[in-house]
């Protein structure tokens, strides 16, 4: 234990921020897919050998997770400034769609995210509670704002909760599609599609005369 102490030490002093590795990962899937990205690749990238990221993430199952997750605070945080703004809910619920969908085949958040939903086959319940986590935020962040729209008489008076399970469907399922490069809808038709669904759905009744 001691001989082997020392230079586990001095890895850990000279590694490289946390941080810096996740955006080097999330920048190699930009640029070359995740076919693209190898733990001796991203060392090189880094400056670590590929031991010393299996030392600190313990597989690339949990690299990738953690790149996710590192891309999902970003995300996060840019989803709730754009819905704590000022203005009808319409305009925010599509700004939310907006974020949602991918932005061109092959995105690379939504391909790191097709990934890890993939290998969560044979993840453990704690990665399935993170994974849940990422999708309860987006969840919740609509829920809310139905729930505002309604209580604020701009949206037809609706299960929030539902509904917002029945968008995120919808969102998910013409988001793979565009993600994986299917040769079907183009991301402008998907938005067309999407906002059509949402206003047949939310928008309120016309008052009888």
Avoid: C
């Avoid at 941080?19 to 670590?48: C, F, H, Q, S």
């Avoid at 919808?170 to 565009?178: E, N, P, V, Y």
């Amino acid at each position: 234990m001691a001989a082997g102490g020392a230079p586990v030490r001095a890895a850990r002093r000279n590694a490289p921020p946390r941080e810096d590795v996740l955006a080097a990962a999330m920048a190699t899937i930009a640029e070359r897919g995740l076919e693209g990205l190898t733990m001796a690749g991203l060392g090189r990238e880094v400056g670590m050998s590929s031991g010393h990221l299996l030392y600190y993430f313990r597989s690339k199952d949990e690299l990738l997770l953690q790149t996710l997750e590192w891309s999902e605070a970003a995300l996060g945080g840019e989803r709730r400034a754009l819905l704590s703004r000022r203005g009808p809910v319409a305009e925010r619920l599509r700004a939310y769609v907006d974020l949602y969908v991918p932005t061109r085949p092959r995105d690379p958040h939504w391909t790191l995210w097709l990934e890890v939903w993939n290998r969560s086959q044979n993840a453990g319940p704690q990665e399935r509670e993170r994974q849940a986590a990422i999708e309860g935020a987006w969840h919740r962040d609509l829920v809310a704002l139905l729930a505002e729209g309604i209580s604020r008489g701009e949206l037809r008076p609706v299960d929030a909760e539902r509904v917002a399970t029945r968008i995120r469907a919808l969102l998910d399922g013409f988001s793979i599609q565009l993600a994986v490069g299917l040769p079907t809808l183009d991301r402008t038709a998907i938005l067309v599609h999407v906002h059509e669904f949402l206003a047949d759905a939310l928008t309120p009744a016309a008052p009888r005369p």
